[in-house]
């Protein structure tokens, strides 16, 4: 059997913390995510994050796809053949990318951002901090990510409201709403934090509306994808005063080019799609491809595993 690991960052870490657990596996690392691996038709396996238009389509083995992210819109782009069995992280970048959208909440509220700046301009300035107890967190999407974020919350004594696909109860929100309901419940936000998977059905889903129902005392963090997010509306409302601050980790274009105005815009904080970095991300993974292998052979149920037709691409 050949796998191959395909990714830019965690390839090599990948393939070390695999190192003799996977018997009878032959493992290569490709680094470019850009272009088809050489002779892509001989492996069985493929571990990556994202790939070229077309590649899961020309794989004439490949048996198993095994997602390093959390989200699987990418799958259509890919043309994955319909016998092919794909899996994703699962709930492995959740702590991480929650704790980080906790920490853009605090950042924000606490003007870090600028007490940063104050710092290296020697700038003695009390901050116009604020508290995060007893507000209200908008949480748009209520899976992995997001029902970690709402715990979190909670703990900061915030109250949570949280919007899903369907509106129905959950027990990570003190009240749940469906997408529709979601710019009246902007009114009442002093955070929306966004974390739902990308594709058809939430672009734009953050959009206009949204933005401008939101207080001007709000901010606004997303770790999903660009695309649910009118970044052209958070800007607008950013420069006229009409939100407090926002935090964005994911971009239309990445690494984000140096004259965009984003890196210029007061009040945005830019970060590099880094949500979901910690020390332990490679090993967490490695764990569950082995998991996930000695499954397949086995004949068991393989964890993560994606059921349904691949989402639309974003």
């Known amino acids: 059997m050949r796998m191959c690991i395909m990714h830019p960052r965690l390839g090599d870490e990948l393939r070390d913390h695999l190192d003799g657990r996977l018997p009878?596996?032959?493992?290569?690392?490709?680094?470019?995510?850009?272009?088809?691996?050489?002779?892509?038709?001989?492996?069985?396996?493929l571990v990556a994050n994202a790939f070229p238009p077309g590649l899961l389509a020309r794989g004439a083995r490949l048996r198993w796809l095994q997602l390093t992210s959390v989200g699987t819109d990418q799958l259509a782009a890919g043309r994955p053949r319909p016998e092919l069995t794909v899996t994703t992280a699962g709930g492995i970048p959740a702590?991480?990318?929650?704790?980080?959208?906790?920490?853009?909440?605090?950042?924000?509220?606490?003007?870090?951002?600028?007490l940063v700046r104050g710092h290296d301009a020697r700038d003695w300035r009390l901050p116009d901090a604020r508290l995060l107890a007893g507000g209200t967190l908008v949480q748009v999407g209520l899976g992995r990510v997001g029902s970690e974020v709402a715990r979190r919350a909670r703990a900061f004594d915030m109250r949570v409201?949280?919007?899903?696909?369907?509106?129905?109860?959950?027990?990570?929100?003190?009240?749940?709403?469906?997408?529709?309901?979601?710019?009246?419940?902007?009114?009442?936000?002093?955070?929306?934090?966004?974390?739902?998977?990308?594709?058809?059905?939430t672009r734009g889903l953050v959009g206009a509306r949204v933005v401008a129902a939101l207080p001007a005392t709000a901010c606004l963090v997303n770790v999903a994808r660009p695309e649910v997010v009118d970044t052209g509306a958070v800007v607008a409302a950013?420069?006229?005063?009409?939100?407090?601050?926002?935090?964005?980790?994911?971009?239309?274009?990445?690494?984000?080019?140096?004259?965009?105005?984003?890196?210029?815009?007061?009040?945005?904080?830019?970060?590099?799609?880094?949500?979901?970095?910690?020390?332990?991300?490679?090993?967490?993974?490695?764990?569950?491809?082995?998991?996930?292998?000695?499954?397949?052979?086995?004949?068991?149920p393989l964890r993560n595993e994606v059921t349904g037709p691949a989402p639309a691409r974003r």
């Open 24 to 45: 009878g596996v032959t493992v290569d690392v490709v680094h470019d995510d850009r272009g088809d691996p050489p002779e892509f038709d001989r492996y069985d396996v």
């Open 95 to 114: 702590r991480a990318v929650a704790e980080f959208a906790l920490m853009g909440m605090l950042a924000l509220a606490k003007e870090a951002p600028a």
């Open 161 to 201: 409201v949280g919007v899903n696909s369907t509106g129905r109860e959950s027990a990570a929100a003190d009240l749940t709403v469906p997408p529709a309901a979601l710019p009246d419940v902007a009114r009442d936000a002093d955070h929306l934090v966004v974390a739902v998977p990308g594709g058809a059905g």
């Open 238 to 300: 950013l420069r006229g005063g009409r939100l407090r601050g926002a935090l964005l980790d994911v971009h239309d274009h990445e690494p984000l080019p140096s004259d965009s105005p984003l890196w210029s815009t007061d009040g945005l904080w830019v970060t590099p799609h880094a949500a979901f970095c910690y020390p332990g991300e490679a090993a967490d993974l490695a764990d569950l491809v082995a998991d996930n292998l000695r499954r397949l052979r086995a004949g068991e």
